[in-house]
T-cell receptor, first 116, second 112 residues
Framework: SAVISQKPSRDICQRGTSLTIQCQVD?????MFWYRQQPGQSLTLIAT?????????ESGFVIDKFPISRPNLTFSTLTVSNMSPEDSSIYLC?????????????FGPGTRLTVT | GNSVTQMEGPVTLSEEAFLTINCTYT??????LFWYVQYPGEGLQLLLK?????DKGSNKGFEATYRKETTSFHLEKGSVQVSDSAVYFC???????????FGAGTTVTVRA
């Protein structure tokens, strides 16, 4: 398995500002992901954070709004830019590891963002 | 495309009751199937998994069997506790793709 930490755990931000969320893993991993969980909803994949290259974004998400960095195999950041109340969500990072001959994804504790 | 359908909640049970949460999927090939649990105010935890037909995943008293013929992966627990109150997500991963497809989630509340 993998132990994942995220900072901050929660924040309240004003519209128009930006917030950068950090994700730290306790071991080197190739695949790292960012998800959004809107209130009372399931998880939606935002992007795959690629080490040494640009992130791969899912349909409906763009780099200008959600820039991602991945400087090494244990760390990534997600920035939520020019925030609006619709960005109020839980943002989770996850990693994929091989365990007992199959892949598993492990999730961080999440960052609870409220935009006012 | 891939999709996961879970029974709608919320589900409210008394302690020691039997819990079943239905999950069916649509996918080509032989995906891996997962159940995740999200306790109040926390992230997702992997509860159990199965990677091929007829596999049974189990953990913390929960079980789910990969049924290829019915494309299902129903979660069961024989005797729930108050501490099992959480949101449960069914998910699948295709064998040639790293992306997880999640169900909508089922909120379970266990009363003492």
């Amino acid at each position: 398995s993998a132990v994942i930490s995220q900072k901050p755990s929660r924040d309240i931000c004003q519209r128009g500002t930006s917030l950068t969320i950090q994700c730290q893993v306790d071991s080197q991993v190739t695949m790292m992901f960012w998800y959004r969980q809107q209130p009372g909803q399931s998880l939606t994949l935002i992007a795959t954070a690629n080490q040494g290259s640009e992130a791969t974004y899912e349909s409906g998400f763009v780099i200008d709004k959600f820039p991602i960095s991945r400087p090494n195999l244990t760390f990534s950041t997600l920035t939520v830019s020019n925030m609006s109340p619709e960005d109020s969500s839980i943002y989770l990072c996850s990693v994929e590891v091989m365990h007992t001959a199959s892949y598993e994804q492990y999730f961080g504790p999440g960052t609870r963002l409220t935009v006012t | 495309g891939n999709s996961v359908t879970q029974m709608e909640g919320p589900v409210t049970l008394s302690e020691e009751a039997f819990l079943t949460i239905n999950c069916t999927y649509t996918a080509t090939g032989y995906p891996s199937l997962f159940w995740y649990v999200q306790y109040p105010g926390e992230g997702l935890q992997l509860l159990l998994k199965a990677t091929k037909a007829d596999d049974k995943g189990s953990n913390k008293g929960f079980e789910a069997t990969y049924r290829k013929e019915t494309t299902s992966f129903h979660l069961e627990k024989g005797s729930v506790q108050v501490s099992d109150s959480a949101v449960y997500f069914c998910a699948l991963r295709r064998s040639n793709d790293y992306k997880l497809s999640f169900g909508a989630g089922t909120t379970v509340t266990v009363r003492a």
